[in-house]
């Protein structure tokens, strides 16, 4: 159980004390079910109503996310067999069947869950009286809701649906990067491509975490989502549609890779990481150092990420207010780690192959690459 010494992420054994104990910190509804405790976060699902609002806002200081939605411009129930369709660079407010009962000392974190954000569907948790996105603080209770913004498709989703994570922790859990650079040495948590576990001499260290790199000496460096696509992506549904219908693939680039603003591309690291088992990862989504882009948007790692040989991250990367050149093994991305109580049952996600994939919602999604 938790360590009295220092802080921690929440693992899969006190998720589901804190959830099915006598005086639990998460409120849920009947449709709740034990699959949604991870190695280190609890995935929330979607309600039955959908409120369209058209823009992105937060509730104030000591308001409510209801005084938001009586702004809303239209609002729709998602019937249970039957999907709803969001249309493309609208924003909508979903109320999640998960809340939270925190006690003083505990506060939670949220990010798209990976098939989310390799879809472009952007999505942020509001919570009443919080003025941030994707946070909550100490002792909060109250509801979640959850504004979804697909940027580059249309999507279709239903109730029930899981499109984003929370990790609970008791403080600030974060290792430093001369911590980090310890425990790689022990246990090799970064691989080159070719699975070979990279020196810890040369991994390039942060004050929290370690930068990671582009790979563009492959010949598909990934892919750029197609604009005007028709088709809708079906978010609960897995291998179901046509990659090439909504990605287009890049080339090796002969003098560095151009990044436009406002288009999304799906970009693979030098490295393979695995996550040790008694620590978490969590990609920072911007990192001004890095260049004019959005780094990522589905940013958790759970314990046993990358199992023995590690895997491919593929960033979710989107473009900012001017254009911007990538060169191969240029810093894309910071990966910071943070301290987990015990886990009972390591990540065994959609992920499992070394090489870089698409979102588990596309056929072929690891041949896509070549791999």
Request: include cysteine; glycine fraction near 10%; hydrophobic fraction near 35%.
């Amino acid at each position: 159980m938790l360590d009295n010494e220092k802080p921690v992420v929440l693992a899969d054994r006190d998720l589901h004390a804190i959830i099915t104990g006598e005086a639990p910190f998460i409120t849920k509804q009947d449709s709740f079910t034990l699959d949604q405790i991870q190695a280190s976060s609890l995935d929330l699902t979607l309600g039955s109503q959908v409120f369209g609002m058209g823009v992105a806002s937060l509730p104030r200081s000591g308001g409510s996310v209801a005084d938001l939605l009586k702004g809303n411009q239209y609002a729709f129930d998602l019937n249970i067999g039957q999907p709803g369709f969001l249309h493309r660079g609208y924003t909508y407010i979903v109320p999640l069947n998960e809340g939270l009962l925190l006690p003083e000392g505990f506060s939670a974190k949220f990010s798209p869950k990976s098939s989310t954000g390799r879809t472009d569907t952007f999505v942020r948790i509001l919570a009443d009286g919080v003025p941030r996105f994707d946070y909550v603080p100490e002792g909060y209770q109250g509801s979640l809701y959850l504004e979804i913004t697909p940027l580059s498709f249309p999507i279709l989703i239903r109730p029930g649906l899981s499109l984003v994570q929370m990790r609970i922790r008791n403080g600030d859990a974060r290792l430093t990067g001369k911590e980090v650079a310890i425990m790689h040495s022990h246990k090799g948590i970064f691989m080159d491509k070719g699975g070979k576990v990279i020196l810890t001499h040369d991994l390039k260290l942060a004050e929290h975490g370690v930068y990671m790199h582009i790979d563009l000496d492959r010949d598909i460096v990934g892919f750029a989502s197609r604009t005007n696509v028709a088709s809708a992506l079906t978010l609960f549904d897995s291998a179901t549609h046509d990659w090439s219908e909504f990605w287009e693939p890049i080339r090796r680039p002969r003098n560095g890779l151009t990044l436009n603003p406002d288009r999304f591309y799906l970009l693979p690291t030098k490295e393979r990481a695995r996550i040790p088992n008694d620590v978490c990862g969590d990609i920072a989504p911007y990192d001004a150092s890095t260049g004019e882009f959005r780094t990522h948007y589905a940013g958790f790692f759970d314990p046993g990420f990358g199992g023995e040989f590690g895997i491919t991250g593929v960033l979710e990367v989107r473009g900012r207010e001017v254009p911007h050149r990538l060169f191969d093994n240029d810093p894309i991305c910071l990966m910071n780690f943070e301290r987990v109580s015990p886990v009972s049952k390591p990540y065994d996600g959609n992920y499992q192959n070394p090489g870089p994939s698409l979102s588990k919602h596309f056929k072929e999604r690891y041949e896509a690459w070549g791999t």
